[in-house]
């Protein structure tokens, strides 16, 4: 089982950028897709971005669609998620999480992902 660490997060006025990562702590993340996803208070877990094992394929949601990339370096065993022109709705818990045993679609959604980080806070102030 591979433990996920998210770090990154932090405090950022309106169209400021963060750039959180995802590493792991234990087990190797190469060549098992990523996803990372967010939670608003009040609010059911989304999509913002998924990455291919290989890196070769991405996905966005359409919160972040336009304003965020996502990308992974395997030598490092990271993940990491761009964001940019960051706004007050964009506040959350972002987590990351990987796929145990991938198959030939990349899952977009949360219950694709089975090995979950602890999450790092983003908080955007207007």
């Known amino acids: 089982q591979v433990q996920l660490v998210e770090s990154g997060g932090g405090l950022v006025q309106a169209g400021g950028s963060l750039r959180p990562s995802c590493a792991a702590s234990e087990g190797i993340i190469s060549g098992h897709p990523i996803g990372w996803f967010r939670q608003a208070p009040g609010k059911e877990r989304e999509s913002v971005a998924v990455?291919?094992?290989?890196?070769?394929?991405?996905d966005y949601g359409d919160s972040l669609k336009g304003r965020c990339a996502i990308s992974r370096d395997n030598a490092k065993n990271t993940v990491y998620l761009q964001l940019n022109k960051l706004k007050p709705e964009d506040t959350g818990i972002y987590y990351c999480?990987?796929?145990?045993?991938?198959?030939?679609?990349?899952?977009?959604?949360?219950?694709?992902?089975?090995?979950w980080g602890q999450g790092t806070q983003v908080t955007v102030s207007s």
């Open positions: 999480a990987t796929e145990r045993y991938p198959g030939i679609q990349l899952k977009t959604g949360p219950s694709g992902y089975d090995d």
């Open positions: 990455i291919s094992g290989s890196g070769s394929r991405t």
